[in-house]
């Protein structure tokens, strides 16, 4: 999961004979007083996102609302914006093309000889928090100062004071932590573990409060592309920047039990309308806590009354706690009631942190339990529940657990029957994937046989009754071109018989194929074109 914003796509490649065309009619088709207001967008941060696909940058704009921005740079007099502005080319239109010329042509429009009075205006219109203000770097400086010899009071001073500075916008709000990382990490680079780890941990968890209060506005909440960005980040910096957080000296132990008190306090919150407490991302940081403190560090956070009262809101944050001290039965008692109604998502996230931990039985555990959930679940969740099974065989690697997950797709026929089929091949039971085919009435893709290629080499005659059912459903189709493909599938099975060393038993069923058929005049023109018949 890369963690670039739609703001910044550096992956996207625009060519100097569009930049200098897009230029050219950023010059001729916007009246004056529209590209000053356009350059003061810019500016300000009132782009939210931008993309490019092809010849298209979109982008969102900030303005009265909320608009959208289709700029075309092969034919630039067709770009549209859903503003009711009606009289030409708007401001909006004009703040993108400026913001494609400055990220992808190095080109600064505001040094244009026509902006001069508007940029001599701009410093009162500039917000304090714009991300293209380098006042990152001596904050960084101070912090690598003291953080190390002031601990973690001096961290979140600092954090709270930075972030809440980020909170105006969400265009300069978003760049302005990517800034604030790249200045920390230079900062701490140098800084010897495990004290640069905690604070990579730290910057994650005030950067995500932040982009939570971002996301909290009424017109930003339906974003889910920026909150799935925003993941992949911190995702990413988690697994950069944080290699241990030792738990069982000071005052590390003292870190450990005020981030779990946080976390627990943030997952724990009910929002205004919220039957079941449970915040996806704050859950999530609080597992990965759990899961990388060192030997037995979160042994005692349950028996903390601090960390627990910050819980009683959430029955799964509390459910969590009980995992942590192995408690599992408990645990599943306490959630078993919102699991059975669908709500199943941290039951998984709890047994993808036990298989992250190796813990395959209790993984094993909380998946079968959850297994009473099936029925309930949306596609996402069964993805999510599938693929936990999947990275548990991998990590396990064991007959024993295959064979449960088997058992569980097995209870859940027909809708786990795709799913059923995989898990078979990947498990080399090859007999049983074929007869589970044959009673679905499966037909090949002739066209995708990359996993037919491997299970010809490793058990050929398990294919044998899947391609006889190929060929008489083409035939069944009754037209020439499924003859085409009936063929087409009788000529890998005559390669499969020929691999057995069954030559003459495939030569008896090409002449009795021709005889049963003999009335279909097309199809045994192309049993002859085909050669399969003389």
């Known amino acids: 999961m890369g963690g670039v914003f739609p703001i910044m796509p550096s992956a996207a490649v625009i060519s100097s004979d ?68 009606g009289s030409g080319f708007c401001k909006h239109l004009a703040a993108v093309a400026f913001r494609v010329l400055r990220e992808f042509g190095a080109d600064r429009p505001e040094e244009w000889g026509i902006f001069q009075e508007t940029v001599a205006r701009l410093a009162a219109l500039r917000p304090k928090n714009d991300y293209r203000v380098p006042a990152w770097t001596a904050a960084a400086d101070h912090v690598a100062g003291c953080a190390q010899d002031a601990g973690l009071a001096a961290w979140r001073a600092f954090y709270d004071r930075t972030f809440r500075e980020c909170r105006r916008r969400l265009d300069s709000g978003v760049m302005a932590i990517r800034e604030t990382f790249a200045s920390l990490d230079k900062a701490s680079d140098a800084w010897d573990e495990p004290w640069r780890s905690w604070f990579g941990f730290w910057t994650v968890v005030w950067a995500m409060e932040n982009v939570e209060s971002l996301l909290s506005d009424s017109w930003l909440g339906s974003w889910a592309f920026i909150r799935r960005e925003w993941e992949s980040l911190s995702e990413k910096r988690l697994v950069d920047r944080v290699r241990s957080l030792p738990a069982k000296e000071e005052p590390f132990a003292s870190f450990c039990r005020e981030a779990a008190v946080h976390l627990a306090e943030k997952a724990g919150t009910p929002r205004p309308g919220q039957r079941v407490a449970f915040h996806p991302g704050w859950f999530s940081l609080l597992a990965w806590l759990w899961r990388k403190v060192d030997g037995e560090g979160a042994g005692g956070w349950t028996a903390d009354p601090d960390v627990y009262a910050r819980t009683r809101h959430s029955a799964w944050v509390q459910a969590l706690f009980l995992v942590m001290d192995g408690r599992d039965d408990e645990a599943w008692e306490k959630v078993r009631p919102y699991a059975i109604h669908g709500t199943v998502g941290p039951g998984v996230l709890i047994a993808e942190t036990l298989v992250a931990r190796r813990e395959p039985e209790r993984a094993a555990f909380w998946l079968e339990r959850l297994a009473e959930s099936i029925e309930a679940m949306d596609e996402g969740d069964w993805r999510d529940y599938l693929a936990a099974w999947r990275r548990l065989c991998g990590e396990d690697g064991d007959a024993a657990g295959t064979e449960r997950f088997l058992q569980v797709l097995r209870s859940f026929l027909p809708r786990s029957l795709p799913h059923y089929a995989e898990a078979l091949s990947a498990a080399g039971r090859y007999r049983e994937w074929a007869d589970l085919l044959m009673a679905a009435g499966f037909v090949f893709n002739l066209h995708d046989s990359s996993r037919l290629s491997v299970i010809e080499k490793k058990d050929p005659e398990a294919l044998l009754p899947l391609f006889h059912q190929t060929v008489e459903y083409w035939i069944g189709q009754r037209n020439r071109t499924a003859y085409r493909e009936a063929v087409r599938a009788l000529k890998r099975l005559g390669r499969l018989y020929h691999k057995l060393g069954r030559d003459e038993e495939w030569r008896r069923f090409c002449g009795w194929l021709a005889d049963r058929y003999g009335r279909l005049r097309a199809f045994q023109e192309e049993l002859k074109r085909g050669k399969i018949v003389p």
């Open 18 to 85: 569009r930049l200098q065309a897009l230029r050219q009619a950023v010059l001729e088709q916007f009246e004056p007083h529209i590209l000053e207001r356009g350059l003061v967008y810019e500016l300000t941060g009132r782009i939210l996102d931008l993309s490019v696909d092809g010849g298209v940058v979109s982008a969102h704009v900030e303005g009265t609302s909320v608009y959208r921005v289709a700029l075309d740079l092969d034919f630039f007099g067709i770009s549209t914006c859903t503003c009711p502005y």
